[in-house]
């Protein structure tokens, strides 16, 4: 069975974004934008909830076209093109090529789909992934820890009755000062 992974860049203080959404503080250079694209050109599936799907789809389909777009950025453009996306929303009745709207995570269809054949699937945004939490679908969890104090946003996680014990099984240091955590969920 495939992995569910949690990914996610934030702050030191624990923020995925600022305020007013602000994620212009994110530290992606072409040396971390390319440790992306490797890592998540393998998964089966990106699994987003709406806000981080519309905002995806606004930029990425696209993005190769830009003459100023860095040899990471065309690639991932392919990557997320290509890439079969399930997007998680109860509002959103169509989406675009490749995509698929699932109204409610239901643990049984979820499991189903990491029966599949391909990679392990990646799970975007705090909102969804606390769904996912809360379900105890989460396999991994892979931080990027930006150097940057924010002092208010959105939190990467919410409250939870239930504490989730997890295993360091990977740190790597980026050269613009971004750390990697890698967690896998301990069962």
């Known amino acids: 069975m495939h992995r569910i992974i949690f990914h996610l860049g934030v702050s030191l203080d624990g923020f995925f974004e600022g305020p007013d959404a602000d994620i212009s503080w994110h530290r992606v250079d072409e040396e971390l934008h390319t440790f992306f694209n490797r890592e998540l050109a393998t998964s089966s599936a990106f699994l987003e909830g709406r806000v981080t799907y519309e905002l995806m789809e606004a930029y990425w389909p696209t993005a190769d076209e830009n003459p100023e777009a860095s040899p990471a950025e065309v690639e991932f453009a392919r990557i997320w093109r290509d890439m ?90 980026f050269g613009n000062g971004v750390v990697m955590l890698r967690y896998e969920r301990v069962r």
């Open 84 to 173: 079969p996306k399930v997007v998680y929303s109860r509002t959103l009745d169509t989406v675009g090529p490749n995509a698929t709207v699932v109204r409610d995570v239901v643990p049984e269809e979820v499991r189903a789909l990491q029966a599949q054949a391909g990679g392990d699937m990646v799970v975007g945004g705090p909102d969804l992934a606390a769904a996912f939490r809360a379900h105890d679908l989460i396999d991994e969890y892979r931080v990027f820890v930006n150097p940057v104090l924010l002092g208010q946003g959105r939190r990467m996680f919410g409250p939870s009755e239930t504490p989730t014990d997890l295993r360091l099984v990977e740190s790597r240091a």
